[in-house]
Structures are given as C-alpha cells and as structure tokens.
C-alpha cells in the first residue's frame, strides 16, 4: 500500500502550539481509527515518514513512539512500524454495518495493490511519474474519434446498444480477425473474444484453465498484473529466467518435472526489459511447447510499437500445433480508457471463456466496441500509429540521453527498440527500493525492479522507467530529479541496505 497517497494534502502546521509530531501522530491515528489503514498494514520508514511532512528524522520518530503509547502501532525489531490490532470500541463510530468484519479475505500477496497505485496518476501536480506505462493523453485521437462520432454515414443502429453475443461485438470481432491477417496470423471471428483490455483476458484464461497448486511458468521479470492473477488463482508460479538468450533447459526441466498448464510470455518488446525474442528462439520454443502440448499464452500489446525494423512473426503466426493463446490491446496504442483487448485462440477455449465473462459483465461495453470498430474500419489506425511511433521514438531518445547525461556511472541500461519502457540496474550497492524512497522527496516516482519478480528480492537493484507518458522536457526534468536522489543517497555515505526486506514494496 502506498500510504503517500493515503496522506495527500496532509499537512501540519510549524506554527501551531501543537508539537508537530502530535500532529503527524494525529494524522495517522485519524487513518488507522476510520480503518483507512487497516490492521497489519506497514508504514514508512521514519526517514520515509519526515520526508513526506518535511519534518526531521526525530519527529518522525516521536510521532511512532507517541502512536506505540496510545496502541495503534507496533515496532517490530529489524522489521519496520506495523498498524496494530485495534480493541473493540476503537475504531470510529458512524457507520452501524461493520464493513471491514464482513469482508471475505483478501489474499495479502506482494503485488495485490502495486496496480492500482501505479495508475493513480495526478497530472496536475510537480511529480513526474516514469512508473505507469500509459500512453501520453496529449496523443489520444480525440480529433479522429469525433470526426467518427460526427460523421453522416457512421450513425449508430439502435440494435447495437442492445446486448450483444459475449464475446462481442460481431463485426469488430471479424474484422479484428481480418487485420490479424497482416500478421500472418489466421483466425475468423469465432477465434476472437473481446475484452475489457487484455487483463481481463488473462484472468478469464486464468479461471478456464487454473485450479488452486496448478504450476503456471512465467518470465522473471515479467508484467506485474500476470503475477496478481496467477497468484489469485491459486497457481504455483515457476519463474524463468531472463538472461541473453532463453534458457530453454530450464523450462524443459520444469515441463518434465512440474508439468505445467500453460506458460506466459511477453516475447515482442518485453515489459519491463524491453528485450524481443528472436525468429530462430520463437520456432525453438514452439518445437518445445508442441512436444509437450504445453498452452503458450503470448501477450503482445507493444509490438505495433517499433521505433526502427519491425520485430519478428508472433508467435501465434508462427503457431502450427494449436497451442498459443494470443491476447492484445488497442490501449496502449490509442488510450487506456478505451479498455478493449481481444484474445485470439481455439473456439472451444473461447466458448469456455465466454461462460467465465458472462459471470462478470455479460459483454464488454458495447459503445467502446462500435467506436473501435468505425476506427479500424476507416484506416485511422495506421495514420495514428505513424504519429505515435515518430514521437514516442523521439522520448525515447531523450530519456535515453538524459540518463547518459546525469546518470551515466550510476545506472546502465540499453536501448529498447520498441515499447514504452527502460530497464536499468543500479551500478551502487543500495537498491531500487531504497532509490525510490529518496526520488519521492525528489518529485519523480518509478517501479522497482523487484514489483516484477516471481520471489522478491530478485531485481532489487533493477528499475523501470517509461518514456511514453511525458513529452522530451519532462522526461529531462525526471531524470535531472532521479540524479538528484542517487546523489542524496550517496551524499549520506551509507550506500549500503541494511534493511530487512519486506513483501510489499512502495510504489507511486
């Protein structure tokens, strides 16, 4: 839990006749009694803690000791600061229905709310985030969506405000399937299912395919959202490896050893590394996935986005066995609040995925889907595409060069060919985590490379920076800020963690 944002627009008052460690202690009591931060919940460390009300170390640390003395936290030696468990009676009277007693658990896995918060993003304020990969709102179409909407010959028939099949809207799902053929890959309508964005692909392929103890091998690192939804459905999740190459060994070891039922890969312009399988890997891996009969989902929602040659066939083109389920987006190329992906597979799984959707929302928005439909239809896509790519190629670049400029020796990295993000790793002995508690003072926010880990602290001097978000100043501003904060740190001369590392990570 990011409790930054829990705090926002908290403040206290140097010139109040209340100490401000009273004050900061209030603030929190106030949280903890209205169970906004619940039993069990961390809190920042004391330095975390004084860097977002601008107070000193010491009042940080009078505000925990006075919150120990009235039990509303805990100090666990080596640990960190914990919200305790409130006696009845304490929390704040105003609602008669115990919300927080009914509620059915909620699985405390690492990565449970990492999503939510990456997405929060105030574009009003000073902070620049390089953490959520979204594409810049600058760049949205909007000018092409109202010619659309506008235009004579694109008036809505009533019928398709109706309900529509579960698998969507008919002539979206055909001509999804008819400009998949440009990527050589086959498919008719009745291989296509709409979707409220790829996630909810994955996590309809996830309640067609998985029960509890299930092994499901995933990339590590990989797409923090694959994790949460393996996770949550009870899978056991094999991380593999990425290194140079792909380390096929491993992952015929664990089909003898563990026999999974499917595995999960992002092989065109990787999120977070960037990295593109090459043709002669793909074929490799699918000779392997066909001798197993393993399920290989690939999710591809970047590869639209090339900066220089175009990546290799997808896997699903190049697919002769049956076996590869294939998800994608339009959000990351048009905007994110258009939330339509597709999934492209055997009719039989679609038919059993249709069964799981229909629990959740019948069919996904239907206005969402016409709308994309004219967009495609119409060719705009490939004029929007042209533009996005030329601009996002420049941030790139920009990004890229800033991080030369005044990071050079601090971090290293290379330069991705497609997609939204840098992958770093810090050349210093402190680690990402420890780097984003001091770039939050700075203004600027990222995701620590261990958010993408299978076992956390895997990826703890790794972190990922997105390019697409923020024009060319920005980006230079963000990192002028990220250099400010590696040079905090080693300005104090204890570059070295010394803290125990904890399964939930801050992020912003």
Known sequence: MDISKILTGAQVEPQSRQPMYLQIAGIIGEKIRGLILTSGTKLPPERELAALFRVSRTTAINAYRYLEQQELVVTR???????????????????????????????RLPLS????????????????SLAAGMPD??????????????????????????????????PLRRLVARLLADRDIESTGE????????????????????EPGDYVVVESPTFIGAHQVFSASGARILGLPITGRSNFNMLEDYLVRYRPKLLYLIPTYHNP?????????????????????????????????????KPPASLKALDTYGGVVYLSTYSKVLFPGLRTGYVVANPALINRMALEKQFIDLHSNNLSQWLLCRFLACGALDEHLALVRSEYKKRRDALAK?????CGTDLSFEIPGGGFFIWCRINRLFSSSRLLHQATSEGVSFVPGEAFYVHPPEGEKELRLC???????????????LARALDGIKRTGKQQDTVVHQPVKPII
């Not at 709310?113 to 620049?128: H, P, V, Y």
């Open 77 to 107: 030696v080596g640990s960190g600061t914990y919200v305790a468990e409130l006696p009845n009676g304490t929390a704040e009277e105003g609602s008669a229905v115990p919300w927080i007693q009914l509620m059915t658990p909620f699985p």
């Open 113 to 128: 709310t990492m999503l939510r918060e990456i997405l929060d993003i105030d574009f009003s304020g000073d902070t620049i």
């Open 137 to 170: 709102p600058a760049l949205y179409p909007v000018e092409l969506l109202q010619h659309i909407m506008g235009g004579s010959d694109n008036s809505i028939n009533p019928i398709d405000l109706g309900h529509i099949p579960t698998e969507g809207y008919g």
């Open 191 to 210: 291989n296509v299912m709409i979707t409220a964005g790829s996630q909810q692909g994955l996590y309809l392929l996830s309640k067609a395919l998985l």
């Open 273 to 309: 590394t960037g990295r593109v399988m090459s043709a002669s890997e793909r074929r490799e891996l699918l000779r392997l996935a066909a001798r197993h009969r393993l399920v290989v989902v690939e999710d591809d929602p970047y590869s639209s986005l090339y900066y220089g040659e």
């Open 402 to 406: 800033a991080l030369h400029r005044y």
């Open 467 to 481: 390019f697409a978000t923020h024009a060319e100043k920005p980006l230079q501003e963000g990192t002028r800020r």
